[in-house]
């Protein structure tokens, strides 16, 4: 299990925050002045998609990194990008975060503001038992 990777000069470790700039193209049917003129337009635009780093997968070529923000009404959106893609253009460490899993898919089972702190986990002690 991998805890690290590289992106160009950028190393990604499990638990950063990161931003994933990546190449968008939008196909839309534009119609004219009459019914009969319908053409097609394409638009390349760069989208951000910021969240945590939450799993790192497979070998060196075929290497996957699995992002999770938490969206619009406090649901979980993750999204899973290969590292050596055209499409991704800039990736961005906003923030480290400090962790022991090599996974986090603990995250998808918290709500809220406790999905995105992943240095503060919620642990209690246990009570000793004597006996």
Known sequence: MANQTHWNTTILHIGDTIRVHYKLIEHEKVSGKTKREVKDETRERVQVFEGILIAIKNGQENQMITVRKIGVGAIGIERIFPIISP??????????????????????GRKGRAATKINEAAIKEKPEIKG
Not at 87 to 108: F, M, N, Q, S
Request: positive net charge.
């Open 87 to 108: 499409w991704i253009k800039k990736i961005e460490v906003k923030k480290h975060g400090d962790v022991r899993r090599a996974k986090l898919y603990y995250l998808r």
